[in-house]
């Protein structure tokens, strides 16, 4: 249990190679103000140095002070330039999906910065509702937003494990950036596309209401997946404010663009 930027957190983490998979291409990064999973991609062992590359590369956020949109997108950037240089097979590069919160504040007001890049997923949990706050970056949620196809049926569409944008990517990352004002005992939930595979989130939100350690909540949906078939790589990532030192409110940084900052009613749950 850690406190920072005025909020006092609990958080766990785990992981999981899955059944039917020999190597674990996730990772993830916890520390007092950083909480994020990355599920690399590539071949052979391309995927796990993709994304140890990227939870390096994006661990440098914790030494600074309160950080904004711009400088996550900065680190971010860099991460992308190493992991496209990461040595792979002739025709398939390194990449990895990118997801988590930050902590930070503006004008003293604590707010969760969301980040996302690929399908890895962030949720947020408050007063036992839990909504989607990532949006996936994936062939079958385009196909999902143009009504093709329902989200019962993307779980199990031979093209969802396609994505649409991820680090080392061949074009620049065009990663999803947005505040949320943080919440006394709101609980975040990051996790790989391991989880949601196997598990509705209707099931996931039944096991974060039930188990109010973060630890054990982590634990137990790692250990739910493997049950459901575990066909692939599970990390998860479970952090709750446990107490503020303040209300949220106020304003959000003058130097980000509205579009690119999002009050709680509109981001939790919104699209694009």
Known sequence: MSGAEGVVLAWGAATHRGARRTLNEDRYLVTPSLFLVADGMGGHDAGEVASTTAVDVLGGLGARGPVGRDDVAQVLAAAHERVRAIATQPGRGAGTTVSGVVLTEVDGVPQWLVVNLGDSR???????????????????????????????????????????????????????????????????????????????????????????????????????????????????????????????????????????????????????
């Open 122 to 272: 962030t949720y947020l949990m408050t007063r036992g509702r839990l909504e989607q706050v990532s949006v996936d970056h994936s062939e079958v949620q385009e196909m999902v937003d143009a009504g093709m196809i329902t989200r019962a049926e993307a779980m199990t569409h031979p093209r969802r494990h396609v994505v649409t944008r991820a680090l080392g990517s061949l074009d620049a990352p065009q990663p999803d950036l947005w505040f949320v004002p943080v919440e006394s005992h709101d609980r975040v939930l990051v996790c790989s596309d391991g989880l949601t595979s196997e598990l509705t989130d209707e099931r996931v939100a039944h096991v974060l209401r039930e188990t109010p350690d973060a630890q054990a909540a982590a634990d137990r949906l790692v250990a739910e997946a493997l049950a459901a078939g575990g066909r692939d790589n599970i990390t998860v990532v479970v952090v709750d404010a446990v107490a503020l030192s303040q209300a949220p409110g106020g304003g959000l940084p003058g130097d980000d663009a509205d579009e690119d900052t999002r009050p709680r009613a509109a981001a939790v749950g919104a699209g694009r």
